[in-house]
């Protein structure tokens, strides 16, 4: 029932909580983590006016990005779980949408909020998202 898990990050506070329900859900028979990292393309796009450059920095941004998730790829593995790790350029909720489907996923494990971490908001627009468009089962970890 639990078997693969979508594990989309941004990386904030709230996301690596999540990786503790992860670490449990072994126990629940799950065996494989997709770690999910978006570049979002719209702060990308505000952040770099000139188009010559627009490769450069995607590139720093995947790199640490890269680094991150290599970090947690190894934890998790270090629990016995197979992992894989996808960075991804667009909008984050459609690129998690569309991972669900591409990696037959059985459940979702998100943050409720994530690096904006706004304190008047119920959730996230991500998460949010999320949780009203996607199939599976989705487990949301709060801040
Ligand atoms: P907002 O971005 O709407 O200002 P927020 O940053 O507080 O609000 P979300 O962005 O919805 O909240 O984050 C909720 C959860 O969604 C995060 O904990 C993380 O699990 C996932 N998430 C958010 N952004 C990304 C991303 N770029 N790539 C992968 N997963 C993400
Ligand atoms: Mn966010």
């Known amino acids: 029932m639990f ?7 941004d990386f904030s506070d709230v996301a690596q909580k999540a990786l503790k329900y992860i670490e449990h859900l072994k126990y629940a028979g799950a065996q494989e983590v997709i770690i999910l990292h978006v570049i979002d393309i719209r702060s990308l796009e505000l952040l770099v006016w000139d188009p010559e450059n627009f490769k450069t920095i995607e590139n720093d941004l995947r790199q640490g990005a890269m680094k991150k998730a290599v970090f947690v790829r190894k934890h998790l593995e270090t629990k016995g779980f197979t992992v894989k790790a996808r ?8 690129k998690i949408l569309r991972a669900e489907k591409e990696e037959n996923v059985s459940v979702i494990v998100l943050g409720s909020h994530g690096r904006s971490n706004l304190k008047e908001m119920f959730l996230g627009s991500v998460s949010e998202r999320v949780i009203r468009n996607a199939k599976a089962p989705i487990l949301v970890v709060k801040r």
């Open 3 to 9: 078997t693969r898990i979508l594990y989309p990050t």
């Open 87 to 94: 960075i991804e350029t667009g909008i984050p909720a459609s």
